[in-house]
């Protein structure tokens, strides 16, 4: 059965973000394990498989529901008959009841069937951070209790050398209630697309190997094709200004911005937090990149649409323009369609920086919550090892990948997967008739939350371009250790939260200031630090610098 969208609007109208989280009463506990995790009950077992252990292909003892919070994404609506359902209910014996909600409402509604005590068994498609203002409320599963059901997990956790990054996860209580994805590698995939012919024609064949010489490229092609508006017009700028360019950079520059941006800075010298928005090294990014707008070489409209961008870099008026390793296959097929098939693109390695040629830290991705109110399930024992099975075995995520062998994909001796001729994902047979995720289901946000969690699977539904510039990364840059992470009370995090929002919006409104010119970064820079700490910069970092010594 699936809830529909007019339930969803119901509990819209009746629910407000503010509603006082319903507790719940944990499962039975028969014995309390040594290492602190919580045994399950028989009742609590229907379904359950006694011998489940690391690499066992999970099968229901006999056919159990699982309620699923659903992120209907728009790229690939779901479809009750997709394989992926059918192969579950059919050799897992396992169906879903889902509560289906548009990706563009996901996030909003999913708090608001949370606080409404209608959360489904699995939570779906969320991030880190997003579990904690349900804590205290006691309505999402202190999963951590829970993880000797869970062998695949602690298996991946352990090969990966993942336990200090799982630690940061935990709140003040010491418990972690959000499961992620993991990866085995750093996650890498945006860079800048460029189009080789017009660097060709500036003389340029090579990568650069920092931004500051690829600021040097951009005024050597606009120099070269004085036809172009600007070298470089980005994209994934509406929400967050220059919310991908930046965020690929700032960790060449020790700092974060963009998407990625976050108002606390670890500073491992000091061993202290920082304010991210008011140190020299967030200065000296968007000092950067404000030059280039200085320079005419980057495009002032830094809160255009994508297809703004996007049609600005097929008509030939840009050279350059953000892309990941799945949007470059895009533009070719917009060249294409725009008579111009042999447009020669490129993505480009990613740049260094003054701090060096780095990747972000952490190796985690969307992960999903559990209610907990399926601790008093029947099932419950049988949706953790669910769940182990179908995110962390090495069977689970090939099968949310790929789907099923001989019918999405053939495998040869040596382990090699191909597609069928009829079915295409991204840029792998593209234009072939079926879609991957739209007409199966595999390769979906809500199945396989790390796109493949280990390398192998990681490369191995990738073009031969692609997972080249992807190794190359991997290969050829340094991933920044992940930061201690403070524990904050429950006072603590109501103190903060306003603080954050406001303040996150301060600083994205005077980056997009200082980077088109409105505002001058020589001049004007100590009136927006004193702006920021009146808006309670010094409050938050002093907050933050409490828990992290109490936490220590």
């Not at 252990?53 to 099968?59: D, I, L, Q, W």
């Not at 789907?403 to 295409?424: P, S, Y």
Request: charged fraction near 25%; charge should be negative.
């Amino acid at each position: 059965m699936t809830i529909t969208r007019r339930r969803l609007a119901g509990v819209a109208g009746i629910v407000t973000f503010a509603v006082a989280l319903t507790a719940c009463t944990s499962a039975p506990v028969d014995e309390t394990a040594e290492d602190g995790g919580v045994t399950i009950g028989a009742e609590q077992s229907v379904g359950a498989m006694d011998d489940f252990e690391a690499g066992t292909t999970f099968k229901a003892t006999e056919p159990v529901e699982f309620s699923l919070m659903y992120r209907d994404h728009p790229g690939y609506p779901v479809k009750d008959d997709w394989s992926v359902f059918q192969h579950l209910d059919a050799d897992h014996n396992v169906t879903f009841s889902r509560t289906d909600i548009p990706m563009s409402d996901f996030d909003q509604k999913k708090s608001l069937l949370i606080g409404s005590g209608d959360a489904s068994d699995i939570i779906s498609v969320s991030y880190s951070g997003t579990e904690t203002k349900f804590v205290s409320g006691g309505a999402i599963l202190p999963v951590s209790d829970y993880l000797d059901y869970m062998p695949n997990f602690q298996e991946k956790v352990s090969e990966w050398d993942l336990q200090d990054e799982l630690d940061n996860r935990r709140q003040a209580d010491g418990k972690i209630y959000l499961l992620p994805g993991l990866r085995e590698t750093p996650n890498v995939e945006y860079s800048i697309a460029i189009r080789e012919d017009l660097w060709e024609k500036a003389g340029i064949t090579e990568d650069p190997e920092t931004w500051e010489e690829f600021a040097e490229q951009l005024v050597k092609v606009q120099e070269a094709n004085p036809e172009l508006s600007y070298a470089m017009s980005d994209r994934w700028t509406d929400a967050t200004p220059l919310g991908s360019l930046l965020n690929v950079m700032a960790p060449n520059y020790g700092t974060a911005a963009g998407w990625q941006y976050n108002n606390t800075w670890y500073d491992e010298d000091s061993d202290e937090y920082v304010f991210t928005g008011t140190t020299d090294e967030y200065r000296e990014l968007i000092s950067d990149v404000a030059d280039l707008v200085a320079d005419g070489v980057l495009d002032p409209e830094i809160t255009q649409s994508d297809d703004q961008a996007t049609q600005k870099f097929i008509s030939g008026q840009s050279a350059a323009i953000g892309s990941n390793t799945q949007t470059l296959s895009e533009y070719r097929t917009k060249f294409a369609d725009a008579g111009q098939p042999d447009v020669p693109i490129r993505l480009i390695s990613i740049p260094g920086g003054p701090a060096g040629s780095n990747l972000p830290s952490g190796r985690f991705t969307s992960g999903l919550m559990i209610s907990s109110e399926a601790a008093d399930k029947p099932y419950f024992k049988a949706l953790l090892q669910f769940i182990d099975w179908l995110y962390y075995s090495d069977e689970g995520i090939e099968f949310a990948q790929w789907g099923v062998e001989g019918e999405t994909f053939t495998k040869d001796a040596d382990g090699t997967r191909t597609l069928m001729d009829d079915i295409g994902w991204s840029a792998v047979n593209a234009g072939a008739p079926k879609k991957l995720n739209a007409d199966y289901g595999y390769s979906n946000g809500v199945f396989l939350p790390a796109n493949g969690s280990s390398k192998e699977l990681l490369l191995s539904l990738m073009t031969d371009e692609v997972a080249a510039w992807t190794e190359k990364q991997l290969e050829s840059k340094k991933q920044l250790p992940v930061p201690p992470a403070p524990l904050l009370d429950e006072i603590e995090l109501e103190q903060t939260s306003l603080l954050q929002t406001q303040l996150t919006d301060a600083v994205h409104a005077a980056t997009a200031a200082f980077i088109t010119g409105q505002r001058s970064i020589d001049s004007d820079w100590d009136a927006y630090v004193a702006e920021i700490e009146g808006l309670g910069s010094t409050q938050l970092i002093d907050t933050f610098n409490t828990a992290l010594a109490r936490t220590k």
